[in-house]
């Protein structure tokens, strides 16, 4: 079968799906969780239709795997109030309670979730178009994050239960919650993503509104009944609609403490203008990347090959740390460009089930379009795709494009593409692509191959300061959630990590005393009758 007979049979017949990917059935969710309860909804909902296309008598037609509320400004308001009435300026039964206490929370809503692995495993395959295999590691990958966050959470609360005395001053220093947050996730990694910011703003005692992404709603239906048993009414509330139908009512409210997004800068930049109060809104977002690989003379070129490759089309290319523009040394682009094209012909595309599968179906509508806009814009000036069959599309699949030479004429150049197509770029002197990456509006990661030390230690030391991961002979990243993830620029604020972000939803607080016996009674009577969860030697275990 040659390539054009592949690409039109990528689609199959419904009955030639294999039944252990199956949905049994479709998910039409009519309930919303608001302050504690599922509530019931009759009104407008959105068709959810999977990335994957069916072979009817009628032509290609994406499946109908389902349907979600389009919940208007007067739900999301009732969502804000309860989050509100929750927190209670602090005083919530949520806020006061024990870290200890809190974490039993967190871990019972993680035993729970647990059971639903295999029905949002299914949805994640197929909602978004991600592999099985990946949506397997996605699940997995999230309950190691909640079970490293409870581990963080105890390591930071034993260090905080100590007193300290300086200069006839006793004091206790812990973290406190800054009260409601506003969590959005995207749609890429929607389980995983989403809860590196949802979980940590949760266990340290924040209220949540939470909108799932567009795409990658429905899989968080299952998990709606753990969240409404394990955390106290209003703790955590579902908002579902447009967003820039029922957001902006909750921005210009003021009583949104915290906004976490991880998407468009553009998005963020315009949540942040709503708040009345700017100065007491925190935000903790990651944005936009156009991560860069930069491959010199001295580089091994097929090791740049094989991390090109993984970085920059693993989930075709969807990840916010993908490779989006690779720089090449002119002495070697021939011979990389060669290999590329080969090692990408090599992958495996299809349907996501299938196993072995690198390339699948993209899960927005538009996405197709827009890759062969951007193809169409760099060979109109000057560039050529340069992998057999690169570009080519059968509705929503796209089969990468390695495109040659782009340059600053070009969109690919500066536009963060978010799909499978590569821009290459030759160059001759390395001060053009440090150049670059001072004049990107983005800093996220960078990528160096090459085997000669004092070149690479030349490139670290000015990228250090224009992005926030440079890696070394290996893709750009996120993980170990261990290690910080941020950016600079227009590519983040504030910094994501097991540990970080555990900081970013919370604020140092004290309480303090003159060191005199009047006190130390006070406090021990306070410490010995555990009647504040605040001021506690207790010691997690």
Not at 148 to 169: C, H, M, N, V, Y
Not at 445 to 466: G, H, K, R, Y
Request: with cysteine.
């Amino acid at each position: 079968m040659n390539f054009n007979e592949q690409l039109q049979a990528i689609f199959v017949e419904e009955q030639q799906i294999p039944e252990e990917f199956k949905l049994e059935e479709e998910v039409h969710q009519r309930e919303y969780l608001s302050n504690g309860e599922l509530r019931a909804w009759d009104g407008e909902v959105h068709e959810v239709l999977s990335p994957v296309c069916l072979k009817t008598p009628e032509g290609l037609k994406r499946k109908v795997i389902g349907t979600y509320p389009l919940c208007n400004e007067k739900e999301a308001t009732e969502a804000l109030d309860a989050a509100v009435a929750a927190y209670n300026n602090g005083r919530g039964e949520w806020p006061t309670m024990s870290v200890g206490d809190r974490i039993s929370c967190v871990e019972k809503f993680t035993h729970r979730i647990i059971e639903k692995k295999a029905i949002v495993v299914k949805l994640l395959m197929w909602e978004i178009g991600k592999s099985y295999a990946d949506s397997v590691k996605e699940f997995d990958r999230t309950v190691e994050y909640i079970h490293a966050t409870i581990d963080a959470l105890k390591d930071l609360d034993r260090q905080s239960s100590r007193f300290s005395i300086e200069q006839g001053i006793v004091a206790q220093i812990r973290r406190s919650p800054l009260g409601v947050v506003l969590c959005m996730g995207p749609f890429n990694y929607p389980l995983n993503e989403t809860f590196t910011t949802l979980i940590p703003a949760l266990i340290m005692g924040n209220t949540l509104l939470f909108k799932p992404p567009k795409h990658g709603t429905l899989l968080h239906y299952p998990l709606l009944e753990a969240f409404r048993d394990c955390f106290p009414k209003g703790v955590v509330n579902t908002i579902y609609g447009r967003g820039n139908k029922i957001i902006p009512d909750l921005m210009k409210s003021g009583k949104i403490n915290v906004l976490t997004l991880i998407g468009s800068s553009k998005v963020a930049n315009e949540l942040k203008k709503l708040h009345p109060k700017v100065n007491r809104l925190r935000a903790i977002l990651g944005l936009d990347a156009k991560n860069a690989a930069i491959i010199t003379a001295r580089a091994d070129v097929q090791l740049a090959v094989q991390e090109t490759v993984l970085g920059a089309l693993s989930f075709n290319g969807q990840r916010c740390t993908a490779l989006k523009i690779v720089f090449i040394h002119r002495s070697l682009a021939e011979v990389f460009l060669k290999e590329l094209a080969a090692a990408v012909a090599q992958l495996k595309f299809g349907m996501p089930w299938e196993n072995g599968v690198s390339l699948t179906p993209l899960p927005e509508p538009h996405k197709p379009a827009y890759l062969q806009e951007c193809i169409a814009d760099a060979i109109a000036n000057g560039a050529t795709v340069r992998n057999e069959n690169g570009g080519a599309v059968n509705e929503s699949f796209v089969f990468p494009a390695i495109v040659y030479p782009v340059n600053r004429k070009m969109k690919l150049y500066t536009e963060e593409q978010f799909g499978p197509v590569i821009p290459v770029v030759p160059f001759d002197d390395l001060e053009e692509t440090i150049e670059y990456l001072i004049e990107s509006t983005h800093g996220q990661q960078v990528s160096i191959f090459s085997n000669d030390e004092e070149e690479i230690a030349a490139l670290i030391d000015p990228l250090v300061n224009q992005v926030s991961r440079v890696n070394i002979n290996c893709q750009c990243q996120r993980g170990p959630d261990v290690f910080p993830f941020t950016g600079r620029k227009d590519s983040a604020e504030g910094t994501l990590s097991v540990v970080d972000a555990l900081r970013s939803f919370s604020i140092r607080s004290l309480v303090a005393t003159k060191l005199n016996d009047n006190n130390k009674h006070l406090i021990n009577e306070i410490v010995d009758g555990n009647s504040s969860n605040f001021l506690s030697t207790r010691y997690l275990f």
